[in-house]
């Protein structure tokens, strides 16, 4: 059974800064490009970052330069480092993984950008 499980969403202030981490089972996490998306009520699902099984990474205009991704392929976990979060940041952020026909989802952690 997969599971993709998120964790580290919060209340921040702007400016602030978050980690969120996903640890994902079930799947050869080495092979799969994993990434975050977030939507924001009333919003569609949007990319924020990808990082592929051999490290390239992309990110979305909005959050370059102040996010980071990252992964630890011997803890099958995949990070997002956010700094300079910004109110327009808030959302529930979903952790993905994709490798050939298998697509997958976690569940989401809510991230709160407010004075």
């Known amino acids: 059974q997969v599971q993709l499980v998120e964790s580290g969403g919060g209340l921040v202030q702007p400016g602030g800064s978050l980690r969120l981490s996903c640890v994902a089972s079930g799947i050869r996490f080495s092979w799969y490009r994993m990434g975050w998306y977030r939507q924001a009520p009333g919003k569609r699902r949007e990319l924020v970052t990808t990082i592929t099984s051999g490290g390239t990474t992309n990110y979305a205009e909005s959050v370059k330069g102040r996010f980071t991704i990252s992964r630890d392929n011997a803890k099958n976990t995949v990070f997002v480092q956010m700094n300079s979060l910004r109110p327009e940041d808030t959302a529930v952020y979903y952790c993905?993984?994709?490798?050939?026909?298998?697509?997958?989802w976690g569940q989401g952690t809510q991230v709160t950008v407010s004075p």
């Open positions: 993905n993984a994709v490798w050939a026909q298998n697509n997958y």
